[in-house]
C-alpha cells in the first residue's frame, strides 16, 4: 500500500497544470471555424497585424476619430471561444507606438455593458472588458506574457507571467504611469440595457514593462506576439472573443501558445 501512494504522489507531480493541459487537448479544436456571424476576413489559423509607428504625441481621451489614429487601420476581434455566444458586439482595436510607449484604442459596439469594479487589480475580467495580452519579442518558445485587461470604465488588471523570473507586483504608482480614457463614467451597475458604443484609450510605457522583465523594444522589423480579447464574464450575456483564433474547447485567454503575430513597421 505505501508503496502505492508514493507512486500516486509520483504521479500526480509530473501531471501539467491546467492551463498547460488546456493548450494541448486545444490542438485538435479548430478555433478558426469559431467565427462572430458578422465576421468580413477569411478564416485564418493565426492572425498577423501590422503596427505603424505613431506620427504624433497624441491627448489620450477615447477619441477614435482624432486625426493621430485615421491613418492606422483597424483589426477586428472575429472568433470566439467555448459556445457560440447570443451576444457578439463588434470590438476593434488600434495599435501604434514611439519611442516611449505603445497606444492602444478599443471602440466597442455593445449591449448590456456592466462595469462594476472600481480600482484597479480587481477582477475586472468579469465586466464589459477589453485585454491585450503579449509577448514582448518574437520568440514562440517563449511561454511569458503580460496581460492588461481593463474594464470599460478604464480599470486596469496588470500581471507579468515570466516563469524564469521573480514575480513583479504593479503598485498604483506604476497604474498612474499608464495614461487612460473612457468614453464611459464609473461605475456602471446594473448593467446597461441599451445598445452602447463605448471606446477606450491608454498608452504603455516601456519602462514600466522593464520593471517586470528584459523586452525587445519596438522597432521596424522587431516582432512581439500577442492577442486581443472582448469578455464580459458576468453579464447577463457572456461572450468571450478574439483577434487570434485560440484553439481550445474552453474560453481561456492565457494561452500564449495561440497568440497571433505583432510585426512593428
Partial sequence: MQNLILSLLALAAIVPRAE?????????????TKRVRWAESPPVKQNTWRIQRM??????????NKPAWQSVAPLTLEYYMGKEPAHQP?????AAYDDQYIYVIWKVDDNYVLGKRTQHQQ?????SCVEFFFTPDGDSSNSGYFNLETNCCGFKLLNAHFP???????????????RTASSLKSPINPETAQSTVWTLEYRIPFSLL????????PKPGVTWRGNFYKCADDSSHPHWLTWSPVHNA??????PA???????E
Fill in 90 to 94: 463588434k470590438t476593434q482595436a488600434r
Fill in 123 to 127: 477582477d475586472v475580467w468579469r465586466d
Fill in 250 to 255: 474552453e474560453p481561456s485567454f492565457h494561452l
Fill in 164 to 178: 524564469d523570473r521573480d514575480e513583479y507586483i504593479f503598485t498604483d504608482d506604476d497604474f498612474a504611469t499608464i
Fill in 55 to 64: 506620427k504624433d504625441n497624441p491627448v489620450i481621451d477615447a477619441d477614435w
Fill in 210 to 217: 522593464e520593471k517586470a522583465t528584459k523586452i525587445e523594444r
Fill in 20 to 32: 498547460a493541459a488546456d493548450a494541448s487537448e486545444g490542438s485538435n479544436i479548430s478555433g478558426e
Fill in 258 to 264: 495561440w497568440f497571433g503575430k505583432l510585426v512593428f
